[in-house]
């Protein structure tokens, strides 16, 4: 079956724009996670959709948002971008009855 | 909160050598482990997982991993590590049911060098 799919795979941005990032999960997968990794601090959590609805919130600030479709597919959007925004952007999906994650080859988000 | 400790950041190793690489997890309810692997250039990959049952748990590539409760811990480990090993290795711990975000440490990175 076909995996997570993440797009772009790459972006550079200027600071104070904004961006969409795009993550297709596995077919039947309901949920869908956002997690950000960089060197200094790993993978973090950012928000987690089931059934369109935000079910887990991780701690950053506001300018970080996301929504989930109908269909389960998930955006995750950054208004007023930072340097610090740089970053790899990873999704992931599960089916509700496994704990098990799926993870997308991540979105690369450069600000400059 | 959870929290994941991951004790080394770099590892060293020579093929054929042996491999630990330590996991602590702070939570006192029940937990799902995961030990994840991110080869340069690729996305995350599930190597092993521990739900509940043996405590012992085999992996692909011949990973296994090893939960030992009373000491929080889930350290991972190869008999002969290979230069194809070369990755980061990422542990993870989710709560209860699952439906809770993975928790992930910071992650070691192994070089195997011939």
């Known amino acids: 079956k076909a995996g997570v799919t993440q797009t772009p795979r790459y972006l550079i941005k200027t600071r104070g724009q904004q961006v969409t990032l795009s993550c297709s999960p596995i077919s039947g997968h309901r949920s869908v996670s956002w997690y950000q990794q960089t060197p200094g601090q790993g993978l973090q959590f950012l928000f987690e959709?089931?059934?369109?609805?935000?079910?887990n919130k991780g701690n950053f600030p506001g300018r970080f948002s996301g929504r989930q479709f109908s269909n389960s597919r998930s955006e995750m959007n950054v208004s007023t971008l930072e340097l610090g925004d740089s970053a790899l952007y990873l999704c992931a999906s599960k089916s509700n009855s496994e704990a098990e994650a799926f993870f997308g080859q991540g979105t690369r988000l450069t600000v400059v | 909160a959870q929290s994941v400790s991951q004790h080394n950041h770099h590892v060293i190793l020579s093929e054929a050598a042996s491999l630990e690489l330590g996991c602590n997890y702070s939570y006192g309810g029940t937990v799902n482990l995961f030990w994840y692997v991110q080869y340069p250039g690729q996305h995350l990959q599930l190597l092993l997982k521990?739900?509940?049952?043996?405590?012992l748990v085999k992996g692909i590539k011949g990973f296994e991993a090893e939960f030992i409760k009373s000491k929080f811990s889930f350290n991972l480990r190869k008999p002969s590590v290979q230069w194809s090993d070369t990755a980061e290795y990422f542990c993870?711990?989710?709560?209860?049911?699952?439906?809770?975000?993975?928790?992930f440490g910071k992650g070691t990175r192994l070089s195997v060098i011939a």
């Open positions: 993870a711990v989710n709560t209860g049911s699952g439906n809770t975000p993975l928790v």
């Open positions: 521990y739900f509940s049952g043996d405590p």
């Open positions: 959709y089931f059934s369109e609805t935000q079910r």
